[in-house]
């Protein structure tokens, strides 16, 4: 990823399709004069063709109540084997093939990485957005099927980051792992110490993965030397916010609004 160069110029589009191909599940934005206007969640299958992928986002678009003609998109996939059929299928929507999020890309974010085209298309759309709307230092957790903690110091500079399990792998790997115990749905416990079999599991999974990120948040704080503005995006991160510590808010679109910020930041007239 290259830093954006101040002064560029770039195309305003009237509507733009922003998509954000998860390993669990598929969010998509539509930006209408730069704004985000409208989200949709989808689950993400192993595979699918872009004649299904455009069925699927037609189906989206008739949900509006007014019809919107989209001029051009962005395609941010962590799944390699879908990322072709969802750019297929947005090129067929639009006429034009979409801003792919890959290495090369502009971002505007500094970088102190050792290899930035490592970076997951997630997180580099989660720093674009987090670098617009917060004063650094910040620190992003993206709550997913993993979850990510992104690090962008006092400079200004993504200095890198930690990955780690997500609630729901979490939750599956401990039914996986134990014959007798099953995969609970994830809420917040009445109690931390669990009454029942499900109750204890709950606990375990929602307050551990509180813990586990109140923990690594003051693991990186003290390698800074300085706290941080803590962002929490992605599926849990209002119910994650309102237990933590340390999440001083919840952005729930994160995401998609960088990856309209990167679609501006690329496509050029």
């Known amino acids: 990823m290259s830093e954006g160069r101040a002064g560029q ?9 922003a998509v954000d191909v998860g390993n669990s599940v598929t ?25 299904e992928v455009r069925v699927r986002i037609s189906s989206f678009l008739a949900t509006l109540d007014n019809p919107v003609s989209v001029d051009d998109g ?37 970088m102190r990485y050792n290899d930035p085209g490592e970076l997951g298309a997630d997180r580099v759309a989660d720093l674009a957005a987090a ?42 790997a401990v039914s996986d792992a134990a014959a007798q115990l099953a995969v609970v749905d994830l809420r917040t416990p009445a109690s931390v110490i669990g009454k029942n079999t499900r109750e204890a599991m709950q606990a375990g999974v929602v307050m551990g993965e509180v813990a586990r990120i109140d923990g690594l948040v003051d693991a990186v704080w003290r390698e800074l030397g300085y706290r ?28 998609l609004r960088g990856l309209g910020i990167l679609h501006g930041l690329n496509r050029r007239c």
């Open 74 to 110: 962005i395609v941010a996939s962590v799944v390699p084997g879908l990322t072709d059929a969802w750019t297929a299928a947005v090129k067929s929507l639009t006429g034009r093939r979409p801003v792919v999020v890959g290495p090369g890309l502009k971002t505007g974010v500094k």
């Open 27 to 51: 969010n998509l934005g539509l930006f209408e004069a730069g704004e985000l206007t409208a989200t949709w969640t989808a689950t993400t299958y192993e595979r699918m063709t872009a004649d």
């Open 228 to 255: 941080t503005t803590v962002v929490a995006t992605g599926e849990d991160a209002q119910a994650m916010a309102a237990l933590s510590q340390r999440v001083t808010c919840a952005d729930e679109h994160l995401t």
């Open 9 to 17: 110029r770039i195309c305003a589009f009237q509507s733009v399709l």
């Open 131 to 172: 670098k617009a709307a917060y004063e650094p230092p910040f620190l992003v957790v993206d709550l997913g099927t993993t979850t990510n903690f992104e690090v962008v110091d006092a400079d200004g500079v993504f200095v890198g980051g930690i990955i780690a399990p997500g609630l729901k792998l979490s939750a599956r």
